[in-house]
């Protein structure tokens, strides 16, 4: 007890009444404790623990007092308020030192800091939302106009409950970027929760208090953040929630979701209800096939495809330039980026630490979305700042630029020499190939990545009809390479075809190391197949997309648009659709469809009829 004073024994020797005296011991005893353990930290300075230890203990005291004060101004529900009274009631009584102290401190701040009343005033006015969608977005029209009927439900409805929509789409097509935008139209808070990789349900609710290290759940820590109870908020990338050991996440999704559970969210660490049935909420999704079921059936699905390289350069000059300027303090007066050097940027890829990487799926590729490209546009920036700095460098006392030619002119030629030392060209697979030799076939599939041009080749050699397969086929590709062959063989006679009964036949499919399936390449591997059976070659300039039955027919297949933007962006001009997917292709934006040249087809006959170089070829036609 060397740390009281004189006055204190006093105090102790005058107080009669034992309790007191026990209270006033165990309190003297703290202090001598948390002294002690000053003291070893700071060796030879008896004086600075003396000074925090009497600053600490009025500082403790508050800290549960501001914390009744903030929870007396809340307004909670009375079964709420009860429970979160008690527990108050609890950490009164509590000694300091016990370890339940902290613990149920942390939850008591976080309950005062949850936004139960407090909510933003909704602002919709149809116009002014679709000048902010107009202002911040280029095309994707569809969309906008989507995203406004759904603003004008929430206006005439004054509610968003049971309204979930969920953008889907390849990466970096403005997925986020649109949900930020109705956050800005409503006039509400903007709060983003990424999903990508959870597989605990523990991370959507937390954990129960009784665990060490108890943590609330991703959505209740957010709405801390928030600080409203009203916000647009974005589930983003719900197609990566995977069941693990502890539970399902997505499970825990569907009572974040469902309007009729909603008003009471149960978070395990909260482990009081919360009513989340203000909150706007609006997912994201690479690939929607990859979502549960039940989750799937709760959401309105906005489909996104990917930009051609016209709408690429559109958003590039009218919104990429401009953010990218001013985030790197250019002026637009000192730069002019043209067209072409545009379009040079945007088949440029970051390569790890300017390395060459590992043969990757974008490098096949070009990019659906702008992501890359926005990137771009910033290492164009940087090295103009750079050059703008050298300059007033080479003049420290000029306060304007010194003799410089403004604004700077970035073409193509200099687009190759500025990306050239970190980034590098995308390998453009339809030029590589070409010129196609019989057997090879331009076919089209859809990745979360975006749609892309897939070629098939097939070669033969003297054998017994064998057919070997390499790429990673998975087992649908592989079925559909037999049916390839089985219609062949059926047909070949009929349409004066050689069989390729004596050969051994090897499909591939490049890009190796990527995984393959679908039944989408039935016509492109019956095509290659023919082509090889001929010996003439396929149009070079022609991609094909479509299922194939024994008989010939040729059966709808999905991503019809991203598979004619994919062909587009590679430059091919011809496409071969099934005809059942007729419906899809003419929502294609009309610009696109004028610049190719779309076939339907309904049968392999005319598939063939379409793709080969030189027709009629078949005895039929
Ligand atoms: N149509 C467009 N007009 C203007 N800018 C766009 C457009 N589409 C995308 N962008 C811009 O591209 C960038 C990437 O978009 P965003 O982050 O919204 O992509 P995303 O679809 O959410 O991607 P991910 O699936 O990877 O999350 C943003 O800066 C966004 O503003």
Request: glycine share 6%.
């Amino acid at each position: 007890m060397k740390h009281l004073e004189f006055s204190q024994f006093l105090e102790f020797l005058g107080t009669k009444n034992v309790e007191k005296r026990l209270e006033m011991c165990e309190k003297w005893m703290q202090m001598g404790s948390e002294t002690k353990a000053l003291q070893l930290r700071l060796p030879g300075n008896s004086e600075i623990p003396k000074k925090i230890n009497k600053r600490k203990i009025p500082n403790s005291k508050n800290q549960v007092e501001q914390l009744e004060e903030k929870l007396n101004a809340i307004e909670f529900t009375d079964e709420v308020s009860d429970r979160v009274f008690s527990e108050l009631h609890r950490l009164k009584n509590m000694n300091s030192q016990q370890s339940e102290y902290n613990i149920l401190m942390n939850w008591l701040e976080l309950v005062s800091n949850l936004p139960w009343n407090t909510s933003t005033v909704d602002d919709i006015e149809i116009g002014k939302a679709r000048k902010i969608l107009e202002d911040s977005h280029e095309s994707m029209d569809d969309v906008k106009q989507r995203v406004l009927e759904h603003l004008a439900v929430c206006k005439i409805n004054n509610s968003v409950k049971g309204m979930i929509l969920c953008f889907t789409g390849p990466p970096g097509i403005g997925k986020t970027s649109i949900a930020k935008a109705i956050a800005e139209s409503m006039g509400r808070k903007f709060q983003r929760v990424s999903l990508g990789g959870i597989r605990d349900e523990s991370d959507i609710r937390g954990h129960r208090r009784t665990y060490v290290a108890a943590m609330p759940g991703r959505i209740i820590e957010a709405l801390k953040h928030c600080k409203s109870n009203n916000p647009v908020f974005l589930l983003d990338e719900v197609d990566k929630l995977y069941v693990g050991n502890q539970g399902s996440p997505s499970a825990a999704l569907l009572e974040l979701l469902d309007p009729e559970q909603n008003s009471t969210f149960h978070d395990h660490y909260l482990n009081i209800p919360f009513d989340v049935s203000k909150i706007m909420f609006i997912a994201t999704a690479n690939d929607i096939e990859r979502l549960e079921p039940a989750l799937k059936d709760r959401l309105e699905i906005i489909e996104m495809s990917g930009y051609s390289m016209k709408e690429k350069v559109k958003i590039c000059e009218n919104h990429l330039v401009t953010r990218q300027l001013s985030k790197h303090c250019i002026s637009p007066d000192y730069v002019n980026l043209d067209r072409q050097a545009i379009m040079a940027m945007s088949e440029f890829l970051q390569s790890e630490n300017g390395q060459p990487c590992r043969a990757k799926l974008e490098e096949y590729t070009m990019e659906a979305g702008v992501r890359q490209l926005e990137r771009n546009v910033g290492a164009v920036c940087r090295h103009v700042a750079l050059r703008l700095a050298e300059a007033l460098n080479s003049d420290p006392s000029a306060d304007v630029l010194p003799d410089m030619e403004l604004p700077i002119q970035i073409r193509e030629s200099d687009i190759h020499k500025i990306l050239k030392a970190k980034h590098m060209k995308q390998v453009k697979i339809v030029e590589k190939m070409r010129p196609l030799p019989p057997g090879v076939c331009f076919g089209l599939s859809v990745t979360t990545n975006g749609g892309r041009v897939m070629p098939i080749e097939a070669s033969k050699c003297k054998g017994t009809g064998k057919i070997v397969t390499t790429g990673h086929l998975g087992k649908v590709l592989e079925e559909s390479i037999l049916v390839a062959k089985g219609w062949l063989g059926a047909n070949a006679e009929k349409l004066g075809l050689k069989t390729l009964e004596e050969n051994d036949i090897h499909v591939h499919l490049p890009a190796g190391a990527i995984n393959k399936d679908g039944p989408s390449a039935g016509t492109g591997l019956a095509c290659a197949l023919v082509s090889l059976a001929m010996g003439v070659p396929l149009r070079s300039d022609a991609a094909v997309t479509g299922e194939i039955s024994l008989t010939g027919h040729v059966l709808p297949i999905g991503g019809v648009k991203e598979k004619v933007l994919a062909a587009q962006r590679e430059g091919l001009r011809r496409v071969v659709l099934p005809k059942t997917n007729e419906e899809e292709y003419l929502k294609i934006d009309e610009d696109i469809r004028n610049e190719m040249d779309v076939v339907l087809a309904d049968t392999v006959e005319d598939v063939i009829e379409a793709m080969m170089e030189k027709a009629p070829v078949l005895a039929k036609l």
